[in-house]
C-alpha cells in the first residue's frame, strides 16, 4: 500500500483560503468515508482536526471543512489565521484493515 | 480526561529490540483500539498497526509483519509495541492513538517516545 498523495506545501496570507488535497485509490479514500484529517505543530502530536471525510470535532474552528470527490479528500482552511501554520496530514481506512496517511502538507502562512 | 502517556526515550543499538509503553486514563481502555504512528526525523506519519485490548487482536501493516508485536494489559490499561531487529531507520517518534475502530479517527494521542537506534 503507498501512501496517500499531498502536496508537500501550500500557503496562503492571512484571511486567504487555502485547499489541501488528500489523492488515494478505490482501495482506500475512494472506497470508504473514512477520511480524517490531523494537524501536527512543531514538536507536537499529532491533533484530530476531522473524521469520516466532514466531520468536525468539538473545539476546531468551523473555519476548517472537508470533503470528498471519488478518490481525492479535501481539507479548506478559511479565513486563515497565523495560528493555523502547520503540518497537515491525511488518513485513510483502506482494504484489509488496513490504514495509510498521507505524505503531509507544510502550511505556511505569509 | 483522556490521556494516554508513554515511556520514555530509548536509545538501543542496530539487532536490538524496544518495547514502548502506553498508559491510558479516563476512558474504558477495552472499549477502544489503540494504533501505532511513527515518525521518522523531518518526514510524515506512519500506520505501524493496532491492536484491540478486548480481544487481543491485532492487525499489523505489511512492512511491519514479523517484526512488531502490540499487545495491552487490560489489568493496568497498558498498550505495549514491540520492534524488533532495529536498523538506524527505525529512529522515529512513535506514537500510540486510540480508535473506536481499525478506521476510526485517533482522538487522543500519546505524547510521543523518541527512540534512537544507533552504534
Known amino acids: 500500500h503507498s501512501a496517500l498523495t499531498q502536496p508537500r506545501s501550500v500557503s496562503g496570507s492571512p484571511g486567504q483560503s487555502v485547499t489541501i488535497s488528500c489523492t488515494g485509490t478505490?482501495?482506500?479514500?475512494?472506497?470508504?468515508?473514512?477520511v480524517s484529517w490531523y494537524q501536527q505543530h512543531p514538536g507536537k502530536a499529532p491533533k484530530l482536526i476531522f473524521y469520516?471525510?466532514?466531520k468536525r470535532p468539538s473545539g476546531v474552528p468551523d473555519r476548517f471543512s472537508g470533503s470528498k470527490s471519488g478518490n481525492t479528500a479535501s481539507l479548506t482552511i478559511s479565513g486563515l489565521q497565523a495560528e493555523d501554520e502547520a503540518d497537515y496530514y491525511c488518513c485513510s481506512y483502506a482494504v484489509n484493515y488496513n490504514v495509510l496517511f498521507g505524505g503531509g502538507t507544510e502550511l505556511t502562512v505569509l | 480526561q483522556v490521556q494516554l502517556v508513554q515511556s520514555g526515550a530509548e536509545v538501543k543499538k542496530p539487532g536490538a529490540s524496544v518495547r514502548v509503553s502506553c498508559k491510558a486514563s479516563?476512558?474504558?481502555?477495552?472499549?477502544?483500539?489503540m494504533h501505532w504512528v511513527r515518525q521518522a526525523p523531518g518526514q510524515g506519519l506512519e500506520w505501524m498497526g493496532c491492536?484491540?485490548?478486548?480481544?487481543?487482536?491485532?492487525n499489523y501493516a505489511q512492512k511491519f509483519q514479523g517484526r512488531v508485536t502490540m499487545t495491552g494489559d487490560t489489568s493496568i490499561r497498558t498498550a505495549y509495541m514491540e520492534l524488533t531487529s532495529l536498523t538506524s531507520d527505525d529512529t522515529a517518534v512513535y506514537y500510540c492513538?486510540?480508535?473506536?475502530?481499525?478506521?476510526?479517527?485517533?482522538?487522543?494521542w500519546g505524547q510521543g517516545t523518541p527512540v534512537t537506534v544507533s552504534s
Open positions: 469520516d471525510v466532514s
Open positions: 491492536t484491540n485490548p478486548n480481544s487481543g487482536g491485532t
Open positions: 492513538a486510540r480508535s473506536v475502530a481499525v478506521g476510526g479517527p485517533n482522538d487522543y
Open positions: 478505490s482501495s482506500d479514500v475512494g472506497g470508504y468515508n473514512y
Open positions: 479516563g476512558y474504558a481502555f477495552t472499549a477502544y483500539y
